[in-house]
């Protein structure tokens, strides 16, 4: 069983849609990203969690740490949203501080919006 | 403000052969990450540096090794190729771990392309 699942693997939508991905994880971290990687490899990082909520614009990140969940939603999709999303989880507390490098990623959700 | 900056961004190599590989962090990140993505895998950490040591290492055999300079700068070198290092390498920058300014935010290169034939 992989440390980091999400689910769907595959997500279709119609454009205007309410979207939904999950993250499920089984190690303890301090922190969850979600990220975006569109086609021709680029990725940028939507939201760094380590607790609650974060909003931004058509996005919004939760995560739940005693049920080891998160979850990305996307509200009014676009076409322009179609990309792999991944969850990624880790950092690595030592005398220096805590490293947010060291990251066990999900294995991404494609998501195809239609317009 | 400049982005992170991965140089070459594609290369195609022979097996035996080696390869390095470069990242140029936003200014002012000092540390840097790296990441192996390839269709059957998909993102694997390699290693993490801050201040010219490695911090972090993933899984991966000896043949891959990084270093990173006194500029932030970062290197990774895979010697001795074989076909399923062909992959999308990625870096990633970041605020020095654990003062103030670091939000945990990671920023990403567009990624070196490697094929090994």
């Known amino acids: 069983k992989n440390e980091v699942e999400q689910s769907p693997q595959n997500l279709t939508a119609q454009e205007g849609e309410f979207i939904t991905i999950n993250c499920s994880y089984s190690?303890?971290?301090?922190?969850l990203h979600w990220l975006q990687q569109h086609p021709g490899g680029g990725i940028v990082s939507l939201f760094m969690l380590s607790s609650g909520k974060k909003k931004h614009g058509r996005l919004i990140a939760t995560i739940n740490i005693q049920e080891k969940h998160s979850s990305l939603h996307i509200t009014a999709s676009h076409p322009r949203d179609s990309a792999v999303y991944i969850c990624?989880?880790?950092?690595?507390?030592?005398?220096?501080?805590?490293?947010?490098?060291?990251?066990?990623f999900g294995q991404g959700t494609i998501l195809t919006v239609h317009p | 403000k400049a982005g992170v900056t991965q140089t070459p961004r594609y290369l195609i190599k022979t097996r035996g052969q080696q390869v390095t590989l470069s990242c140029s962090p936003i200014s002012g990140h000092r540390s840097v990450s790296w990441y192996q993505q390839t269709p059957g895998q998909g993102l694997q950490f390699l290693f993490e540096y801050f201040s010219e040591t490695q911090r972090n290492k993933g899984n991966f055999p000896g043949r891959f090794s990084g270093r990173q300079f006194s500029n932030s700068r970062s290197e990774m070198n895979v010697s001795t190729l074989e076909l399923g290092d062909s992959a999308l390498y990625l870096c990633?920058?970041?605020?020095?771990?654990?003062?103030?300014?670091?939000?945990?935010?990671?920023?990403f290169g567009e990624g070196s392309r490697l094929t090994v034939l």
């Open positions: 990633a920058s970041s605020f020095f771990p654990g003062g103030p300014a670091n939000t945990g935010e990671l920023f």
């Open positions: 190690v303890g971290i301090s922190a």
């Open positions: 990624a989880v880790g950092g690595v507390m030592d005398a220096g501080g805590t490293s947010y490098g060291k990251l066990t």
